[in-house]
């Protein structure tokens, strides 16, 4: 049994080769491969072309058409249906692929609203923790100025209580200095006295 000659073509070929649109040729390559009579060949990268692997006597033969009635006696003839315009075909196939692309779109818009939900629910828990985080600032700014406020506070009690002491023990001082001067004055009045009453008394003895 001779060897099936395969090719591989990519979409826009198979387009071309059997008159549909690009997208109708991939939904036609996946259910040919899907029933086993193609293959797909995807690339190394996403963005990479997607080729098709296929038997050369399906390119070459193309769609398969309706074959005409050789002709004969127009009474003899019989009525046949008129075949399926070329345009009807495209229709289809534009068809299919316009809900191919609307079902790729819709896939395609709930993957971005999945997204951006995401992204709103980071954006609030990124909302939540700033304000969190300044909550917390805020309070810990209160407590430093609160104990900058008592230290401050007891610092200048500080130095009032300082000032105080220092001022009444210079008080003490002089008031220990001026009862010394007191004290000399009596002692020295007294003395005084005493010597004028010795001498009266010599005066006394002596005039007696």
Same mark, same amino acid.
């Given at each position: 049994?001779a060897?099936?000659?395969?090719?591989?073509?990519?979409?826009?070929e198979?387009?071309?080769?059997?008159?549909?649109?690009?997208?109708?040729?991939?939904?036609?390559a996946?259910?040919?491969?899907?029933?086993?009579?193609w293959?797909?060949?995807?690339?190394?990268?996403? &963005?990479?072309?997607?080729?098709?692997?296929?038997?050369a006597?399906?390119?070459r033969?193309?769609?398969?058409?309706?074959?005409?009635?050789?002709?004969n006696?127009?009474?003899?003839r #019989?009525? *046949?249906?008129?075949?399926q315009?070329? *345009?009807?075909?495209? !229709? *289809?196939? !534009?068809?299919e692929?316009?809900?191919?692309?609307v079902?790729?779109?819709?896939?395609?818009?709930?993957?971005?609203?999945?997204?951006?939900?995401?992204?709103?629910?980071?954006?609030?828990?990124?909302q939540?923790?700033?304000?969190?985080? &300044?909550?917390?600032?805020?309070?810990?700014e209160?407590?430093?100025?609160?104990?900058?406020?008592?230290?401050?506070?007891?610092?200048?009690?500080?130095r009032?209580?300082?000032?105080?002491?220092?001022?009444?023990?210079?008080?003490?001082?002089?008031?220990?200095?001026? $009862?010394?001067?007191?004290?000399?004055?009596?002692?020295?009045?007294? #003395?005084?006295?005493?010597?004028?009453?010795?001498?009266?008394?010599?005066? $006394?003895?002596?005039?007696?």
């Amino acid at each position: 049994m001779a060897a099936v000659e395969l090719v591989q073509v990519t979409y826009r070929e198979i387009a071309e080769r059997f008159g549909i649109g690009i997208e109708g040729a991939r939904i036609k390559a996946k259910r040919r491969a899907a029933k086993g009579d193609w293959r797909l060949i995807p690339g190394n990268h996403p &963005q990479d072309i997607v080729r098709v692997e296929m038997p050369a006597e399906e390119l070459r033969v193309g769609p398969i058409k309706p074959q005409r009635s050789p002709p004969n006696n127009p009474a003899d003839r #019989e009525p *046949t249906l008129p075949p399926q315009h070329e *345009t009807q075909r495209k !229709d *289809t196939n !534009d068809l299919e692929a316009l809900v191919a692309v609307v079902s790729q779109l819709t896939l395609q818009s709930q993957a971005m609203t999945d997204r951006l939900i995401e992204a709103e629910r980071m954006r609030a828990e990124a909302q939540r923790d700033t304000a969190i985080a &300044q909550t917390e600032l805020k309070a810990i700014e209160e407590r430093l100025a609160a104990l900058q406020e008592q230290h401050l506070t007891e610092l200048m009690d500080l130095r009032e209580r300082m000032a105080a002491e220092t001022d009444l023990a210079g008080r003490t001082v002089e008031d220990a200095k001026v $009862r010394e001067c007191e004290l000399q004055a009596q002692l020295d009045a007294a #003395e005084g006295n005493l010597a004028v009453m010795h001498a009266r008394s010599w005066w $006394r003895r002596l005039v007696g």
